[in-house]
């Protein structure tokens, strides 16, 4: 369909009072040309949302961001350049995309549904004057019937058959468009209703889902924490696979999964799950993720008192995810008399370098881990927030003997005596442990639903060309005259092979004239 | 075969590919240089009627007979494309073999496999539609992109992360090949169109390149929306959620967008022709910017194309 708007559209109204001039504001937000410069803005307003950190999508570069330059980090946050997608002016511009939807589809729909039910008009009265014109032999009534025969709408009168075809268009067009708002309700609503919540989880332990077991958690507005789905279960086993030496991709991961075993609900039957990338455990509609892992030591650290404070798996942040060297933090404030923290580096395939200790590999080969100790008060009591990634906070810890660069890593089963008859660290062994997510999406169904709608309405409305042909009787014969209302559209070729269609539809009649 | 032998034979046919390309290039130039003089005039008529402009029309030049041998090498270019095609679509298979999975798993095999994919619609449009005029242009796209993949982009023939071990490559990837070989053909179509003024000119029409631009975009952009959609739906099983403006989505979203302008900017009165064209040059740009700006420059969580930063 072509779509001829009127000049008229932008003149403003002269003295109209405030209904025209809301009427005019409405006919300006309604036109193609005002949808044209929202699409625009709305492509403009998304790159932002691509060169700075987000929040929803990366909230430590965000972090980062705001410690590296804390001036204009303010000020970006200022505009919401942390939070494009989720902006008052983003939102302006799509609210505003889509009012002029509604307002462009409404009528249409209107209109289309008179023109569906309209008869073709009468044919002109010269065909000939058409872009598409021929001369055959037949007649009317083989015309008639061989149109209405090929699903073509087809009106006849005095001497004159016409036949129209393709409102299929402008009904995928129209199912395109409202498939869109579907798709931002279903979005929106998906957003209210679901939540998000990430975990990490060391072999061994286990997760049920409620609020407090999360890590993190991200509710819609209109969850509440009894809406969450009652599951649980325990990490018994995590395997990881990567490519061997000689390969230019040598420690790429290959395959890892994680076996869970998983309770649906408090008195239901246990159920082993193998948890893998792109293969998400799903408990009524809440699919759980594996998204990372990494290693966990275990130590066994036992006070100058000589009573074991810490025994436990310490998970460490992967510094490195081709090696998986790794950072561990130890906070023991159980200790006495003083209470102890460390830093460690956890090396999965250690292997001497000069003075120092690398890690080669990302399997764990040769696992061994360095030890940084230090003693003095954790200040946990305080009450102020610790990451338990980080020993940076603490101002009031003091090195334990001499600190060295790269002390020599111990390996599983070693242990070393602290300086000052601190106490004493052993390195016991290897775990590893997964992050999760868990998210819970109601719009998902919907949102899919229309999206297929959207492609099916635009696969209509961009192949489908409407077309009307008249057929007019002539002295021996008939002409056929036709035209597409779609601009762009080759319609030379489907009116050539109709007219031949036409006149061999037609012959079969004349040969039984022949007595 | 071994593998090793058939990744080798695949760096080699991605070598052919590119010399043969160029080949083509070289025969349709001489072509559009020395063999179309007298339909130039006349499709310049048609163009000037079309479009109603007011100014006069210039004398028409005498039409002088087109070279026999530049026709010629306009059919040479074409078996030199159809060879440069037989070569990339064999340096594509045999990657595919010799790493037994679908062989766009990475950033050069995806820019391999597109060019393919811009190179088969061009063979196509030819034969159905008179569109030579644009061989010469696709060929140097196709040596120029292919070679630009061997010596920037390439990577050793491997195993891709667990991530991307999945059948979605075949939905999602496969999808966004296919749309991407189209816009290539309708980008290459619609820079052709601006470089052309409104005067004779030895290249084709601007009616024409109007025409083939429109139609390869109205076939690409369901595909591109299938494309979407399906990462959507990968990104539902791999990563926890359907949407997430990943830099990756960001972009895919923005040339979603204008490519949806440029469809609406031809029905918009006034922006017909040489306004529509520049619509879809910015949104082939940001479809480029896609693959090359965020795989290399920004990254994210799509961030698979495996190019050494
Ligand atoms: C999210 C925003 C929108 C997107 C992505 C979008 C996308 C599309 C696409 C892909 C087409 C097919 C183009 C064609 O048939 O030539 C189309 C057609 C159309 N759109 Fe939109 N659209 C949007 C918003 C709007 C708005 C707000 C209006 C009205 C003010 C509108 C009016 C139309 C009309 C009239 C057509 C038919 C044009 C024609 O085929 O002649 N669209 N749209």
Redesign the interface.
């Known amino acids: 369909m072509?779509?001829?708007?009127e000049k008229t559209t932008d003149k403003r109204p002269a003295g109209l009072g405030v209904v025209g001039w809301l009427r005019w504001g409405w006919r300006v937000l309604t036109s193609?040309?005002t949808?044209?410069i929202l699409?625009?803005l709305?492509?403009l307003a998304?790159?932002p949302?691509?060169?700075f950190p987000?929040t929803?999508?990366d909230p430590g570069a965000v972090a980062r961001y705001f410690e590296n330059d804390p001036v204009k980090a303010e000020w970006l946050d200022r505009f919401w350049l942390f939070d494009?997608?989720t902006s008052p002016w983003f939102a302006a511009v799509y609210l505003l995309l889509f009012l002029s939807l509604v307002g462009c589809v409404l009528p249409r729909m209107g209109v289309h549904l008179k023109e569906i039910r309209r008869t073709p008009p009468p044919a002109p009265r010269n065909l000939t004057r058409l872009p598409h014109h021929a001369d055959i032999g037949g007649d009317l009534a083989s015309a008639e019937a061989y149109l209405r025969s090929k699903r073509w709408r087809v009106a006849t009168g005095d001497g004159w058959v016409s036949a129209e075809k393709g409102h299929l268009r402008e009904t995928g067009n129209l199912l395109f468009h409202i498939a869109l708002l579907v798709l931002l309700v279903a979005?929106g609503a998906g957003g209210l209703f679901g939540y998000?919540g990430n975990v990490l989880v060391v072999e061994g332990d286990g997760f049920s889902n409620t609020v407090a077991a999360y890590d993190r958690y991200l509710p819609g507005s209109q969850v509440s924490p009894e809406d969450l789905q009652p599951f649980s279960f325990t990490l018994k086993d995590f395997q990881a696979t990567y490519?061997g030496p000689g390969?230019?991709?040598q420690g790429?991961?290959?395959?890892?999964y994680a076996k869970l075993a998983v309770q649906d609900s408090p008195g239901a039957p246990e159920r082993e799950f193998t948890l893998?990338?792109?293969?998400?455990l799903d408990v009524d509609g809440a699919?759980t993720?594996l998204?990372g892992h990494g290693y966990a030591p275990t130590f066994r650290i036992t006070g100058g008192d000589g009573k074991v404070a810490f025994e436990g798996a310490v998970p460490c942040l992967v510094n490195n995810t081709s090696t998986y060297e790794s950072q561990c933090v130890i906070k023991v404030p159980d200790a006495a008399p003083e209470q102890l923290a460390f830093l460690g580096r956890f090396l999965p395939s250690t292997v001497p370098d000069g003075e120092e200790w690398l890690s080669v590999f990302p399997g764990a080969a040769n696992p061994t881990v360095q030890i940084w100790p230090f003693k003095g008060d954790l200040g946990l009591d305080a009450g102020t927030p610790q990451s338990v990634y980080d020993l940076g906070a603490h101002k009031n810890l003091k090195p334990l003997g001499q600190m060295t660069a790269s002390p020599k890593p111990l390996a599983v089963g070693e242990s070393i005596d602290l300086p000052e008859g601190a106490g004493k660290i052993e390195y016991t062994g290897v775990k590893e442990w997964i992050t999760l997510?868990?998210?819970y999406?109601p719009g998902?169904f919907p949102?899919?639903i229309a999206?297929?709608a959207?492609?099916l309405g635009?696969?209509l409305s961009?192949?489908i060309r409407r077309r009307r042909v008249w057929v007019r009787v002539r002295d021996g014969g008939v002409t056929v005259g036709g035209l597409t209302r779609t601009?762009?559209g080759d319609f030379g070729e489907e009116f050539a092979e109709l007219t031949e269609a036409l006149e061999q539809h037609a012959r079969p009649a004349e040969v039984k004239d022949v007595p | 075969m071994s593998p090793e032998s058939l990744a080798t034979l695949s760096d080699q046919l991605v070598l052919a590919a590119i010399l043969l390309y160029l080949a083509g290039m070289i025969g349709y130039a001489l072509e559009l240089a020395f063999g179309r003089v007298a339909e130039t005039v006349a499709e310049r008529r048609l163009v000037a009627v079309g479009a109603s402009h007011e100014e006069p029309e210039p004398a028409p030049e005498p039409p002088a007979a087109p070279a026999p041998w530049a026709l010629q090498a306009g059919a040479i270019g074409t078996v030199a494309m159809w060879l440069g095609w037989a070569a990339n679509l064999g340096a594509t298979l045999t990657r595919g073999l010799a790493t037994d999975r679908w062989p766009w798993g990475n950033m050069y095999e995806f820019v391999v496999a597109m060019l393919l994919a811009a190179v088969t619609v061009f063979l196509l449009l030819q034969l159905r539609y008179p569109v030579r005029f644009l061989g010469a242009f696709v060929g140097v796209v196709g040596a120029i992109g292919l070679g630009f993949a061997a010596r920037v982009l390439y990577?050793?023939a491997?195993?891709v992360?667990?991530?991307l071990?999945?059948y979605?490559v075949a939905i999602h990837v496969t999808a966004a090949v296919a749309a991407s070989g189209l816009f290539i053909v309708g980008g290459v179509a619609a820079a052709l169109f601006l470089i052309r003024g409104d005067g004779p000119s030895r290249l084709p029409a601007r009616a024409d390149l109007e025409?083939v631009a429109?139609?390869v975009i109205?076939?690409a952009?369901?595909i591109w929306?299938?494309a979407v959609?399906s990462g959507?739906?990968?990104a539902?099983?791999?990563?926890?959620?359907?949407?997430?403006?990943?830099?990756k989505e960001?972009?895919a979203?923005?040339t979603w967008?204008?490519y949806?302008?440029y469809?609406?900017?031809?029905?918009?009165?006034?922006?017909k022709g040489k306004a529509a064209m520049i619509v879809s040059l910015i949104a082939f740009a940001?479809l480029m910017f896609n693959l090359v700006g965020?795989n290399i420059f920004?990254g994210?969580?799509h961030s698979y194309a495996?190019v050494s930063k």
């Open positions: 072509t779509l001829t708007e193609m040309r949808a044209l699409l625009f709305l492509a998304s790159v949302g691509s060169l987000q929803g999508v494009v997608f979005v998000r490519i390969h230019e991709k790429q991961p290959l395959d890892y893998r990338v792109n293969e998400p699919l993720y998204i997510q868990t998210t999406d998902r949102a899919l999206s297929g959207a492609i635009l696969l961009l192949q601009e762009g | 990577t050793q491997g195993p992360v667990p991530a071990d999945s979605w025409r429109h139609r109205v076939i952009f369901p929306t299938f959609i959507a739906l990968w539902d099983k791999a990563w926890g959620r359907y949407w997430g403006w990943d830099p960001v972009w979203f923005i967008v204008a949806a302008a469809l609406h900017a031809r029905a918009t009165a006034g922006w940001c965020v920004i994210g969580l495996d």
